[in-house]
């Protein structure tokens, strides 16, 4: 489920773990009753403080996205799937039309725009990482109305 995160991102550690777990549950690789690694084995795969896994996993239950038995583990909720799958698409649908207007405003076009995109999705990168360099190319291309 969740193998990296990227330390040099804006987005600090403990929402990027947060966030692979809703996705994970949002796109089903999660399931209702799955468990997730212990705070410490996530820690040290990630190698990352385990306060820092712990307070993820202290926030994914307060959504009501995750439970805990105690000596036992940490587990998907039953019934999120849904709730966390429309909320995911909510903010990151929310997201893409923010920078899709800033990059028409900036004077992108239509074309570049599209091309951007799909070259994004051909990209298999941490959604965290830093942006292939053959992306950042575009940034210097002048672009075509």
Same mark, same amino acid.
């Given at each position: 489920?969740?193998?990296?995160?990227?330390?040099?991102?804006?987005?600090?550690?403990?929402?990027?773990?947060?966030?692979?777990?809703?996705?994970?549950?949002?796109?089903?690789?999660?399931?209702?009753?799955?468990?997730?690694?212990?705070? $410490?084995?996530?820690?040290?795969?990630?190698?990352?403080?385990?306060?820092?896994?712990?307070?993820?996993? $202290?926030? *994914?239950?307060?959504?009501?996205?995750?439970?805990? $038995?105690?000596?036992?583990?940490?587990?998907?909720?039953?019934?999120? %799937?849904?709730?966390?799958? %429309? %909320?995911?698409?909510?903010?990151?649908?929310? $997201? #893409?039309? %923010?920078?899709? #207007?800033?990059?028409?405003?900036?004077?992108?076009?239509?074309?570049?725009?599209?091309?951007?995109?799909?070259?994004?999705?051909?990209?298999?990168?941490?959604?965290?990482?830093?942006?292939?360099?053959? *992306?950042?190319? *575009?940034?210097?291309?002048?672009?075509?109305?």
């Amino acid at each position: 489920m969740l193998s990296s995160i990227d330390i040099h991102s804006s987005v600090a550690v403990y929402v990027q773990i947060e966030n692979h777990v809703q996705f994970a549950i949002a796109s089903g690789r999660l399931k209702p009753g799955d468990q997730l690694p212990s705070v $410490r084995e996530l820690s040290e795969r990630l190698n990352v403080n385990p306060n820092t896994v712990a307070k993820s996993y $202290r926030d *994914l239950e307060v959504l009501g996205l995750l439970y805990t $038995r105690r000596g036992m583990g940490v587990y998907v909720n039953k019934g999120v %799937e849904v709730k966390c799958r %429309e %909320e995911c698409h909510r903010r990151i649908i929310g $997201r #893409m039309h %923010e920078v899709l #207007m800033e990059a028409r405003a900036a004077g992108m076009s239509e074309r570049d725009i599209n091309g951007l995109v799909k070259m994004s999705l051909s990209a298999s990168t941490n959604p965290y990482a830093e942006a292939p360099s053959d *992306l950042l190319k *575009l940034a210097k291309k002048p672009t075509k109305k």
